[in-house]
């Protein structure tokens, strides 16, 4: 059978955490890297898998899947061994599910909000109120966290998720992490959990603050 194909960036948070997953599953990905800067999400042969245009997305064996929630789901219940990272247990399923949509609709979306301006509108802008947002979503993870994991003292698919975002956040504008002594302990342990973490994650986010911050500086040149 085909590796499933994984159209991603290093530097893309869901890209990053679909990779975390397939490595924790061990199942080997065919990446197709697709360079957003150059636009290639916007191509037509890109546009025909994803006319929402986003990465992730996988092409496994001519199945199609996007959003890297909806991923990392998919590659648990048709690959895993077991169901450890996306329990059949309904509560505790249900409480993977709200730390999925959290990174989706609360870490996530507070992250693209700052970043996308810069890299495809030409702003140089560092709206205050775009960064409390993004440390107000640091203080609801860690207030959140009251065991090793977001849900129980137990590795999900919720963990791999915000991690992925949390990270990136955190070089973009890092926390003050005398304030959110769970938040730290919580990234520390995926960090030693997860296998290949800095090659997986960390890279590809130092990468991202690192171009997006060029990228802004560029711009306020450019618009002088
Ligand atoms: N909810 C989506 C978000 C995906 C997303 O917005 N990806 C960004 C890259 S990090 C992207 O493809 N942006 C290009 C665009 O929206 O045109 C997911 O988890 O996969």
């Not at 085909?2 to 990905?29: F, M």
């Not at 990446?31 to 990465?55: C, M, S, W, Y």
């Not at 999925?100 to 702003?123: A, K, N």
Request: aromatic share 8%; charged share 25%.
């Amino acid at each position: 059978m085909p590796n499933i194909k994984l159209y991603t960036a290093k530097l893309s948070p869901p890209g990053r955490a679909v990779e975390l997953t397939a490595k924790l599953l061990g199942l080997p990905l065919d990446i197709v890297p697709i360079n957003l800067l150059a636009g290639d999400h916007r191509k037509d042969e890109f546009l025909k898998l994803n006319p929402q245009h986003t990465i992730p997305i996988i092409d496994d064996g001519g199945v199609v899947v996007r959003d890297s929630h909806a991923i990392i789901i998919y590659l648990v219940l048709k690959y895993g061994k077991d169901h450890s990272l996306y329990p059949d247990d309904p509560i505790t399923r249900a409480k993977v599910n709200a730390g999925l949509h959290f990174d989706s609709g609360v870490l996530f979306s507070r992250l693209r909000f700052y970043f996308e301006p810069i890299l495809y509108e030409g702003s140089s802008a560092v709206p205050q109120h775009k960064i409390d947002y993004m440390q107000k979503g640091y203080e609801l993870l860690n207030d959140a966290l009251v065991d090793d994991y977001m849900v129980g003292n137990t590795l999900t698919l919720a963990d791999i998720s915000c991690i992925a975002t949390i990270a990136t956040m955190e070089e973009f504008f890092p926390m003050d992490r005398t304030k959110y002594p769970a938040l730290v302990a919580w990234i520390e342990r995926l960090r030693q959990t997860l296998p290949e973490y800095e090659q997986l994650n960390q890279e590809g986010a130092v990468e991202f603050a690192e171009i997006c911050e060029s990228l802004r500086l560029k711009n306020a040149i450019n618009a002088k």
